[in-house]
């Protein structure tokens, strides 16, 4: 793989983090920093090679889970795409605070968690439902607590530290009917498992075109037909009046050729990347003792592994690890609650002497049967390293 063409070793598992953009992708994106410089809200011919460009791109994110191109609204990616989604929907319904209800999960990232929390602080009503220890969102209790006043849920859709698949369709079909808007934060499922947004049967969806190998600082939002929703910033009138600001079209171009690609090879790489990630999975759990792995008996996108180690801190395994050139990250590093501990981790209902040893490892399209064995090896000697020299036993 290109990016691993260095004396020293590197291997790149930390795939949920970011990924790398494809040569295609920064190929096609080039061009527009350069003699395609236009904005594309300009009438010359400069700005409408731009503006065919982005509805290009459009088209292409669309056809990529299956919803119309009028239906796609372009973002600064998942962070902002939750916020417009979350924000935007209760600015439409345009209720006092305190008469609104919504809905989302203990296992949200901080882009979903924080943007409840500052809603919850400005007086909306928020319900949290809890997961099982497998990292499964529990739908009958989510069921449970919807209120008369309930006016949006938000459930994600692969969860960024486990890869736990939540039951999405399940909990559209106990949403559906009831005017209640639902709200999916997609951005570690796409680009991982086949997303088609409409058979999903949701309103709202959430995409970051960095984690399947697109440009950072892009995201999409869909948009179902008639949900109500109302742009967040103040501004001029582009994607259709919801999110003002020029236009940036390299990496809205990018975004597209990245869709487009996963379009064509998902499938494939899924299936090889999800063999690599099992056989990683089996070889330690027979080298290393005292590892167990979370959501392993449920649904999960093939390329995500949360190893639970048991006697070490995760931070020391990263660190050392990552002097031997291999890029793995500590399930607490985005979103770690109370001391440190992983808020997801804690809501699963790990012991929190557990909770601080669980690495989080995710696979990538440039990952080979050579960089699992090398890995294996290193974190089975890493993790009895660590183990012989703590004060723990
Ligand atoms: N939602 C989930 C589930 C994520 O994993 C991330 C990023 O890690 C985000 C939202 C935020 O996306 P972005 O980095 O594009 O703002």
């Given at each position: 793989?290109?990016?691993?063409?260095?004396?020293?070793?590197?291997?790149?598992?930390?795939?949920?983090?970011?990924?790398?953009?494809r040569?295609?992708?920064?190929?096609?994106?080039?061009?527009?920093?350069?003699?395609?410089?236009?904005?594309?809200?300009?009438?010359?011919?400069?700005?409408q090679?731009?503006?065919?460009a982005?509805?290009?791109?459009?088209?292409?994110?669309?056809?990529?889970?299956?919803?119309?191109?009028?239906?796609?609204?372009?973002?600064?990616?998942?962070?902002?795409?939750?916020?417009?989604?979350?924000?935007?929907?209760?600015?439409?319904?345009?209720?006092?605070?305190?008469?609104?209800?919504?809905?989302?999960?203990?296992?949200?990232?901080?882009?979903?968690?924080?943007?409840?929390?500052?809603?919850?602080?400005?007086g909306?009503?928020?319900?949290r439902?809890?997961?099982?220890?497998a990292?499964?969102?529990?739908?009958?209790m989510?069921?449970?607590?919807?209120?008369?006043?309930?006016?949006?849920?938000?459930?994600?859709?692969?969860?960024?530290?486990?890869?736990?698949?939540?039951?999405?369709k399940?909990?559209?079909?106990?949403?559906?009917?009831r005017?209640?808007?639902?709200?999916?934060?997609?951005?570690?499922?796409?680009?991982?498992?086949?997303?088609?947004?409409?058979?999903?049967?949701?309103?709202?969806?959430?995409?970051?075109a960095?984690?399947?190998?697109?440009?950072?600082?892009?995201?999409?939002?869909?948009?179902?037909?008639?949900?109500?929703?109302?742009?967040?910033?103040?501004?001029?009138?582009?994607?259709?009046?919801?999110?003002p600001?020029?236009?940036?079209?390299?990496?809205?171009?990018?975004?597209?050729?990245?869709?487009?690609?996963?379009?064509?090879?998902?499938?494939?790489?899924?299936?090889?990347?999800g063999?690599?990630?099992?056989?990683?999975?089996?070889?330690?759990?027979?080298?290393?003792?005292?590892?167990?792995?979370?959501?392993?008996?449920?649904?999960?996108?093939?390329?995500?592994?949360?190893?639970?180690?048991?006697?070490?801190?995760?931070?020391?395994?990263?660190?050392?690890?990552?002097?031997?050139?291999?890029?793995i990250?500590?399930?607490?590093?985005?979103?770690?609650?109370?001391?440190?501990?992983?808020?997801?981790?804690?809501?699963?209902?790990?012991?929190?002497?557990?909770?601080?040893?669980?690495?989080?490892?995710?696979?990538?399209?440039?990952?080979?049967?050579?960089?699992?064995?090398?890995?294996?090896?290193?974190?089975?000697?890493?993790?009895?390293?660590?183990?012989?020299?703590?004060?723990?036993?």
């Amino acid at each position: 793989m290109k990016r691993q063409k260095s004396s020293k070793k590197r291997v790149y598992l930390d795939h949920n983090s970011t990924t790398y953009v494809r040569d295609e992708v920064v190929s096609v994106m080039n061009p527009y920093f350069s003699e395609k410089f236009g904005n594309a809200g300009s009438l010359h011919f400069l700005g409408q090679e731009n503006r065919e460009a982005v509805e290009g791109a459009r088209k292409k994110v669309a056809s990529f889970i299956n919803v119309t191109p009028r239906e796609i609204i372009f973002t600064s990616g998942g962070t902002e795409s939750n916020n417009l989604a979350i924000r935007g929907a209760l600015k439409a319904l345009d209720k006092f605070s305190g008469q609104c209800h919504i809905i989302t999960s203990t296992i949200e990232h901080p882009a979903v968690q924080n943007t409840f929390k500052s809603l919850e602080e400005d007086g909306v009503n928020v319900s949290r439902v809890e997961c099982d220890s497998a990292g499964v969102v529990k739908v009958d209790m989510l069921e449970d607590l919807i209120r008369s006043e309930t006016v949006l849920v938000s459930i994600m859709l692969a969860n960024n530290e486990t890869g736990v698949i939540q039951p999405i369709k399940k909990i559209a079909s106990i949403l559906s009917g009831r005017d209640i808007i639902f709200h999916v934060d997609a951005v570690q499922g796409v680009g991982k498992i086949m997303v088609d947004a409409k058979d999903l049967g949701i309103d709202l969806l959430s995409i970051s075109a960095h984690k399947f190998y697109g440009p950072k600082g892009t995201g999409a939002l869909y948009v179902k037909k008639y949900t109500p929703l109302k742009a967040v910033y103040t501004g001029a009138d582009h994607e259709f009046s919801l999110r003002p600001g020029t236009e940036n079209v390299p990496s809205i171009v990018g975004m597209g050729e990245a869709c487009s690609i996963s379009d064509a090879t998902l499938s494939l790489e899924m299936e090889r990347i999800g063999a690599l990630r099992d056989k990683m999975e089996e070889a330690i759990l027979k080298r290393i003792p005292g590892l167990r792995i979370i959501g392993r008996e449920v649904a999960r996108v093939p390329n995500t592994s949360s190893i639970v180690v048991s006697l070490v801190e995760a931070e020391a395994i990263v660190l050392n690890l990552s002097a031997l050139g291999f890029c793995i990250s500590s399930g607490s590093a985005c979103s770690a609650g109370k001391g440190g501990i992983s808020a997801v981790m804690e809501a699963i209902g790990l012991e929190p002497e557990l909770a601080r040893g669980v690495i989080r490892v995710s696979l990538g399209i440039c990952n080979t049967e050579n960089d699992i064995d090398s890995f294996v090896e290193a974190l089975a000697g890493t993790i009895k390293r660590l183990r012989d020299i703590s004060p723990i036993k």
